[in-house]
């Protein structure tokens, strides 16, 4: 949870600092790393799992509605809030507000997958781990692209989680499991994509250009398991990878660098870095909660 925020808060940055160098010099200098709506919604989930000890749609979406009107400006996109209202004026569900959004397909963005490390840690050795991520999923995100991106990215954590970093890494063990625990065309034929990417030592120009790094969930959360890949024995490696590629900076560095310190663990992420996280202590707590109530 702490790699998936810093990810997230340092991103966020690179929208303005787009070179390595630029990127270095203010992280050298910023006093806090403040995080986005990405990991204010993983608290939020990882809030409602260790309340609940596990998903609860209607509680997972009022922590979410409570949490947003609490700190509206942490760069929510236009659906979450226009959900919650929804909820508050007519007293529908959560999922039925999340399926009248775009034309009533519902979203096919990230914003599932940018959260999902909470779940990911909680359900890790479950085998309903799709289903509980989809619960997870749907009180924003109906859209069977949105969820299937979510649940894929909850696998990779959660196999990273059972990887000795010390040995070799199971790659196509690792993508394997991932294009048969996909349920969509679209995230299958992106996750087949990575998989020749990384086989053929393509660079993330040539990544960026056939995965795409767009809010879409097929193409960022895609791109995200090839900067952890690509760099899988260095979290710092990984987080520049996945943010200084354009795209949806942010929410990329949230999802990579959430299988990076899954595999690598905390050590692996510099202090530098961890003492300027912003909540830090909070979030490390939430970690520890959804751990005690796992064993």
Same mark, same amino acid.
């Given at each position: 949870?702490?790699? %998936?925020?810093?990810?997230?808060?340092? /991103?966020?940055?690179?929208?303005?600092?787009?070179?390595?160098?630029?990127?270095?010099? @203010?992280?050298?200098?910023?006093?806090?790393?403040?995080?986005? !709506?990405?990991?204010?919604?993983? +608290?939020?989930?990882?809030?409602? @799992?260790?309340?609940?000890?596990?998903?609860?749609?209607?509680?997972?979406?009022?922590?979410?509605?409570?949490? $947003?009107?609490?700190?509206?400006?942490?760069? $929510?996109?236009?659906?979450?809030?226009?959900?919650?209202?929804?909820?508050? *004026?007519? =007293?529908?569900?959560?999922?039925?507000?999340?399926?009248?959004?775009? *034309?009533?397909? =519902?979203?096919? =963005?990230?914003?599932?997958?940018?959260?999902? &490390?909470?779940?990911?840690?909680?359900?890790?050795? %479950?085998?309903?781990?799709?289903?509980?991520?989809?619960?997870? %999923?749907?009180?924003?995100? !109906?859209?069977?692209?949105?969820?299937?991106?979510?649940?894929?990215?909850?696998?990779?954590?959660?196999? #990273?989680?059972?990887?000795?970093? &010390?040995?070799?890494?199971?790659?196509?063990?690792?993508?394997?499991?991932?294009?048969?625990?996909?349920? &969509?065309?679209?995230?299958?034929? *992106?996750?087949?994509? !990575?998989?020749?990417?990384?086989? %053929?030592?393509?660079?993330?120009?040539?990544?960026? /250009?056939?995965?795409?790094?767009?809010?879409?969930?097929?193409?960022?959360?895609?791109?995200?398991?090839?900067?952890?890949?690509?760099?899988?024995?260095?979290?710092?490696?990984?987080?520049?990878?996945?943010?200084?590629?354009?795209?949806?900076?942010?929410? @990329?560095?949230?999802?990579?660098?959430?299988?990076?310190? #899954?595999?690598?663990?905390?050590?692996? +992420?510099?202090?530098?870095?961890?003492? *300027?996280?912003?909540?830090?202590?909070?979030?490390?707590?939430?970690?520890? !909660?959804?751990?005690?109530?796992?064993?």
């Amino acid at each position: 949870m702490i790699g %998936s925020a810093l990810g997230d808060a340092i /991103g966020e940055l690179a929208f303005l600092n787009p070179e390595k160098g630029l990127l270095e010099d @203010i992280l050298s200098e910023i006093p806090e790393l403040c995080y986005t !709506v990405d990991t204010a919604m993983a +608290i939020g989930l990882a809030e409602a @799992i260790s309340q609940s000890a596990g998903i609860d749609e209607r509680f997972l979406g009022d922590t979410f509605a409570a949490n $947003y009107f609490r700190e509206p400006w942490r760069g $929510y996109a236009a659906g979450p809030p226009a959900i919650f209202s929804a909820v508050k *004026k007519e =007293g529908t569900t959560y999922s039925d507000a999340a399926a009248r959004m775009f *034309k009533g397909m =519902g979203s096919f =963005g990230n914003g599932a997958a940018m959260r999902i &490390t909470p779940a990911a840690l909680f359900f890790y050795d %479950s085998e309903e781990l799709y289903e509980q991520v989809s619960a997870a %999923s749907r009180v924003t995100h !109906v859209h069977p692209v949105g969820v299937d991106g979510a649940a894929v990215l909850a696998l990779a954590i959660s196999s #990273a989680l059972r990887f000795e970093s &010390t040995e070799e890494f199971p790659f196509h063990d690792f993508m394997g499991s991932l294009i048969d625990f996909a349920r &969509t065309a679209e995230i299958r034929k *992106k996750l087949e994509q !990575v998989h020749d990417l990384f086989v %053929s030592s393509a660079g993330p120009e040539r990544a960026k /250009g056939l995965l795409g790094s767009s809010v879409a969930v097929q193409e960022s959360m895609p791109f995200a398991l090839y900067s952890f890949l690509s760099h899988r024995d260095s979290y710092e490696d990984c987080l520049f990878c996945a943010v200084l590629n354009g795209g949806d900076r942010d929410t @990329i560095g949230a999802m990579a660098c959430a299988v990076s310190g #899954a595999y690598l663990g905390i050590e692996a +992420i510099p202090w530098k870095w961890k003492e *300027k996280l912003e909540n830090r202590s909070y979030i490390e707590h939430l970690a520890f !909660v959804l751990e005690d109530i796992i064993y």
